[in-house]
């Protein structure tokens, strides 16, 4: 059997995702009308003809929102609709609200669109030289990097960009409201962040929290894209719901929800790295321009995790590293797995990349002279608790044979110069906990009902990545019962308020933790009766296999004892709170606590390119992670194979391309190219190591960190297209397209 509760039904076709959940005929369908220019102003919408079409209830705009018309959360930025001016491609102008997905779809060709087209503004550096910038720039240091200079043996500078990526969920963003009782309203959402969606709901209707019930069923897929921005999908359905009393359902289709919704950041930046005699990094200053959009949206706190993985995993004295978030008439950039931290870490590989290239040697020499030890610090002040930096790595050098391999590559490399191979190591730190230290937080609620079977709810939302098998294990082993005794509910913001959402790779360990309390607290309760009603001591009944005994042959099913205390009215349902202890973070001083721990590792990458094509393959990635001890080892090898896959697609073939007008121009799967079978690696080798577990709960996050793994394989082609002689330069570029890399072959 698989470790994923879903996978049965998920390969016969039977899960309910949100478009499959029941929907009635006289529901309403939703479709909504988007800007086709980046910029423009003195917007009017003549929404006459379409009104008018058989089937059309009504097209609303921004004045027939009832509450405020803003859907930003960090900041206030940014209307569900738009009112005078347009800031992106895409954006949404209006909501045709039909009976028919037909009817709306007529209609929405015939809403007239009238503005004054503006100039649009693509590119972060100019944006930035501009003033459009979002919140304000930060600066991570440790030490005196201009002190450090004249000390360095070696200088290097140059500058580095990495693309945005679409999230690519395979169900698109949608939500269904329904009306419900006393005024309020029910509402289905394919949503990360059940309370996030409820918030926004709530304002644009002026409505109480209470009276907003949002639900998160299964997602399939998220990916960071649906932890703020499945929001405005299900306050449009809520606002018709509301003004029609009737339900009403909206789900993009694919083009729409490519060209609707916000990415991964793609980022500028420039970089200096001083290195000493022994290739120990002495100081690096690096200036990041993120291209944040036409809305802040989640972008201020991509750009602190930004910062926070600015050295990757390597210890430097002397740091100075600069951030900033740049307006644009791009869609808002939003939460995308790795939160910033991918790109802030791309930067740091450039700049080794770019050291290793001009000294000519291999960059994992000075990878390796440069790895965190325990008990240094981060720019950031926070210690570093662990020694897995160097163990990983040391245990990828000796079991994938690192330095024969490095021989073997320049043997054949000589031996067949149209086939040229290139080979880099990916180191892995990765910081665990919401970087918004108050988000780390928790519930759980626990019934146990009289035949002794078990519901939990909590804020963990299952979007595939098999949070809720990870519960439903963990309050198995619990309660000692088999997992068909255990269901995890849906996410619902009436049994769990006030969720975080699932991201930042925390939410097994957040809701685990809670649940862990929840269950153990019940547990306590039904035992603590028992040993009482029978006149025993403390301690002398236990559960075990779903029983509770006392000695051989007094023993008594979980199931009779829960129908007992039921009778005896002890109560068989349990709530807890979980907060992450000891963190804390002073925005002032840009020092603190911020993560619960790290998540670490290596990887080692080959691929072989073909210089007269510039077509490539990856030979293997041979993996060694920091996992910790897990109970559902399938589980945690399909999130380090999926995220690998997702960061080789970000910096190899998925190509997003705006043009100068910030119209999408990659805007279907003919057009964007993703990572399929043929992109996979030929050998794919995962090892674990258990060694330091994470202390809670045996195994560490592991839904983002080997997301980075993918950035080796970036670097492996460049040392390809180095070995092969071609006339790198100091821009280091991604993604490395087949395109990128024939180019790179053959300029001169
Ligand atoms: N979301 C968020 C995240 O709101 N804060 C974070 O720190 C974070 N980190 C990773 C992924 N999503
Ligand atoms: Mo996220 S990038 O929603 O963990």
């Known amino acids: 059997m698989s470790d994923h509760w879903d996978a049965l039904s998920h390969v016969c076709g039977t899960t309910l ?6 929907f009635p005929a006289h529901g309403l369908h939703l479709l909504p009308v988007d800007a086709r220019v980046a910029h423009a102003t003195h917007l009017h919408i003549d929404a006459r003809a379409a009104s008018a079409l058989p089937g059309v209830l009504a097209v609303l705009t921004a004045a027939d929102i009832p ?3 803003q859907i930003g959360s960090i900041f206030q930025d940014e209307p569900l609709l738009a009112e005078k001016d347009i800031h992106y491609a895409g954006q ?6 039909a009976t028919s997905v037909l009817a709306a779809e007529r209609a929405a060709r015939l809403v007239n669109i009238e503005c004054e087209e503006l100039p649009a503004l693509t590119d972060p550096r100019e944006a930035a030289k501009r003033g ?42 949608g939500a269904i409201a329904w009306p419900h009782l006393n005024g309020g309203l029910r509402v289905f959402s394919s949503t990360q962040g059940p309370s996030a969606v409820q918030r926004t709901i709530a304002r644009i209707l002026g409505l109480p929290l209470n009276a907003v019930e949002v639900e998160a069923n299964r997602l399939g897929g998220g990916f960071g894209g649906k932890e703020d921005q499945a929001s405005p999908w299900a306050a449009m359905a809520a606002l018709a719901a509301w003004r029609f009393g009737r339900p009403a359902k909206l789900v993009l289709d694919r083009a729409r929800d490519m060209r609707m919704t916000g ?15 022994n290739l120990r990094i002495l100081a690096y200053e690096v200036d990041f321009y993120q291209n944040a959009g036409a ?22 004295p002397h740091v100075t590293a600069t951030a900033r978030s740049c307006r644009t008439n791009l869609p808002p950039n939003t939460a995308f797995r790795g939160f910033g931290a991918p790109q802030g870490m791309f930067v740091m590989e ?25 008990g240094q610090i981060f720019s950031y002040g926070q210690r570093v608790s662990s020694s897995m930096a160097r163990r990983c790595w040391e245990t990828m050098e000796q079991r994938f044979s690192l330095k024969a391999r490095e021989a073997a590559l320049h043997a054949s490399n000589k031996e067949r110069p149209r086939k040229v191979k290139g080979m880099a190591v990916m180191p892995l730190c990765f910081g665990i906990s919401f970087t918004k230290t108050h988000m780390n937080q928790a519930s759980a609620l626990v019934h146990v009902y009289t035949d002794g079977s078990v519901s939990i709810s909590s804020g963990a939302v299952e979007m595939g990545q098999g949070v809720h098998s990870k519960l439903r294990a963990l309050a198995a082993s619990l309660f000692t019962l088999p997992l068909a005794r255990i269901r995890v509910e849906t996410t619902n913001t009436t049994r769990n308020a006030n969720t975080s959402p699932s991201a930042a790779s925390a939410t097994a360990d957040l809701n685990g933790q809670a649940l862990t309390l929840a269950c153990t607290r019940l547990i306590e309760r039904l035992l603590n009766w028992w040993t009482q009603k029978c006149g025993d001591q403390p301690g002398e009944w236990r559960l075990a296999a779903g029983h509770i005994c006392k000695s051989p042959g007094h023993s008594l099913s979980f199931a009779a004892l829960a129908e007992m205390a039921y009778l ?41 390119l073909d210089t007269l094509l510039g077509t490539y393959r990856i030979d293997s990635v041979q993996i060694v992670h920091d996992l910790g001890r897990t109970a559902l080892p399938g589980l945690d090898r399909g999130q380090i194979e999926g995220a690998l896959l997702q960061g080789i697609g970000w910096l190899t073939c998925e190509d997003l391309v705006f043009d100068q007008a910030g119209i999408l121009k990659s805007h279907a799967l003919a057009t964007y190219k993703v990572p399929d079978m043929d992109s996979a690696p030929a050998q794919l080798e995962i090892h674990c190591l258990e060694e330091e577990p994470n202390p809670l709960s045996g195994s560490k996050a592991v839904g983002e960190p080997p997301l980075m793994y993918g950035i080796g394989t970036y670097f492996a082609l460049r040392n390809a297209l180095h070995h092969a002689g071609a006339a790198l330069d100091n821009a280091i570029e991604a993604p490395m397209s087949c395109e990128r890399c024939l180019r790179t072959l053959h300029t001169e």
Not at 17 to 22: I, K, N, W
Not at 295 to 316: C, K, N
Not at 572 to 594: R, V
Request: hydrophobic share 40%.
């Open 17 to 22: 995702f949100l478009d499959d959940l029941p």
């Open 568 to 608: 005896e009215r002890i109560s068989l349902s349990e709530q807890a709170f979980y907060a992450t202890p000891g963190l804390f973070f002073d925005a002032e001083k840009e020092s603190g606590h911020p993560f619960a721990y790290h998540v670490h590792g290596a990887a080692l990458t080959q691929v072989t």
């Open 67 to 69: 509450g405020e018309n």
């Open 92 to 97: 949404p102008l209006a909501l045709v609200v």
């Open 295 to 316: 809305a802040a949206d989640l972008s201020p706190a991509v750009l602190e995790r930004t910062l926070f993985h600015a050295t990757g995993s390597y210890f430097i």
């Open 263 to 277: 990415k991964r950041h793609p980022y500028l930046a420039d970089f200096k790295l001083g290195l000493d005699e």
């Open 350 to 374: 450039a700049a080794i990349a770019r050291a290793a290239e001009s000294l000519g040697i291999p960059a994992w020499h000075i990878q390796r002279a440069n790895l965190l030890e325990k």
């Open 132 to 173: 459009e910038l979002i919140g304000q720039p930060r600066t991570f240091q440790l030490g005196q990097s201009t002190t450090a200079w004249p000390l360095c043996a070696h200088l290097f500078s140059g500058s580095a960009s990495c693309p945005g990526q679409e999230h690519l969920y395979l169900e698109t963003q």
